[in-house]
Structure formats: C-alpha cells, structure tokens
C-alpha cells in the first residue's frame, strides 16, 4: 500500500470559485477525517467518516464546505464561493477503528495547498 | 475548552539531547500522540501514551502524566534531518477518536 494519497497537492483559485480536493485512503481503512492547517498552526479537525457516512462535523466547516464518501472508499471535500479565508493546506487521514487489528494512529497525506486571491 | 501548549521554537546541536514539553487541558482525554511534520510534507506519526510513564522507540522517547495534563518527547542523538516541527495532540474521549493538536514546536538542528 502506498499510504494515504491526495489530488490536487497545489490548488490557486480566484475568489468565489468553487474547488475539490480528493482523499483516497488506505485501504481498507474504515475511517476517514478531514483536517485543516495554517501556516504556524496544528492541524484542525474538520470532519470525519466511519465508511460512508459522515458523523461529525466540526464547527470551522461552515455551509460552503460538504464533504462525501461514496461508498466507504475515497472522499472529495467541495469549498463553493471560496474566500481568502479558506487558504490553508487541507489534511486528510485514515484510520482503522474496531475489532481485532485496530489502530490508533491516524496516517496522513501529503495534503492540498489551497491558495485563494 | 481545550488547550494545548508547546514552546513555538526550539534549537539544538547535531548529537544532544532535546526535550520538547507539552501540557493539555481538554474536556478528555483518549490518549496521546507526537507527530513530526517537516516542512510542506505531512504529519508522520512519533509515539502514543494512553497510560502513565516513558514509552521509548529508538531515538525518541515520549512521556506522560495524566494527572498532570503534561507530557513530552525526548530526541536523542540528535541529527540534521531531526530539524522539523513536532506536533503534540490529543486524542478526544468520543467516539470520533479526533485529533486536537497543539500549534507544534519548530525544531532547529544547528552543527
């Protein structure tokens, strides 16, 4: 396994544009979570999935952000109306969670770097 | 509330010892992680403590008191590629088993 990928690593768009990051998880890693990081800072928790269904979400994730993930596998976060306040590097991790083989590490990917102007 | 503090930068000689502290106070605790995060890359996992005491791997040990809301991570033999930001979180008592990280400690290696 390669670890936890992410697409795109860079991101530049304008204000008020809409953009997409994609996560693709290890496999057969059953929880998925979406951080949020600036520069200086720790990573923040945004949201997070146990297969396809998203079970929390934190309040930095206001209505312009959705995040899904059909069928338990690979998860796309969607910032609508992008603002310069969204620029940061977006997280994800991956985790496996209950029964025998659990872990308690979250494994990280590279990360997207969004940057609005 | 939570709140996680870590010195925000830190310097050491190639071949010392350093000791990166961490205290918490959160609603709960489910455990503790140290992660190293070089620069434009992702957090890698260093270390877990969910009870009391030193757990040690190689060059680099972590502790922790609950009782105190304090832990830290101890590098050893330090070496240039150990210049980086260090990263202490804590893990939540829910079931999402979420990360509330600290602001990290950037870590520089001097010769």
């Known amino acids: 396994d390669t670890g936890v990928s992410q697409n795109p690593r860079h991101k530049i768009t304008k204000r008020g544009q809409n953009v997409t990051f994609r996560c693709d998880p290890i496999?057969?890693?059953?929880?998925l979570y979406w951080y949020r990081q600036t520069l200086g800072q720790g990573p923040e928790f945004l949201t997070y999935?146990?297969?396809?269904?998203?079970?929390?979400k934190s309040r930095l994730l206001s209505d312009r952000f959705s995040a899904e993930r059909p069928k338990g596998s690979f998860s796309t976060l969607e910032i609508q109306r992008t603002e310069q306040g969204d620029s940061a590097m977006y997280l994800c991790?991956?985790?496996?969670?209950?029964?025998?083989?659990?872990?308690?590490?979250?494994?990280f990917g590279p990360g997207t770097r969004l940057t609005v102007t | 509330g939570q709140n996680i503090d870590q010195p925000t930068e830190m310097t050491a000689t190639e071949g010392a010892i350093v000791q990166i502290n961490c205290t918490y106070q959160?609603?709960?605790?489910?455990?503790l992680f140290w992660y190293q995060q070089h620069a434009g890359e992702a957090p890698t996992f260093l270390s877990y403590?969910?009870?009391?005491g030193l757990e040690e791997k190689g060059r680099f040990s972590s502790f922790l008191s609950r009782s105190k809301g304090y832990s830290y991570l101890l590098l050893k033999e330090l070496q240039m590629k150990d210049s980086a930001s260090y990263l202490c979180?804590?893990?939540?008592?829910?079931?999402?088993?979420?990360?509330?990280f600290g602001s990290g400690t950037r870590l520089l290696v001097r010769p």
């Open positions: 959160t609603s709960g605790f489910n455990g």
């Open positions: 991790a991956s985790s496996y969670q209950g029964g025998a083989g659990s872990s308690y590490e979250q494994y």
């Open positions: 403590n969910v009870l009391d």
């Open positions: 496999s057969e890693h059953n929880r």
């Open positions: 999935f146990q297969n396809e269904a998203q079970l929390e």
């Open positions: 979180a804590v893990r939540d008592w829910d079931s999402s088993y979420k990360l509330i």
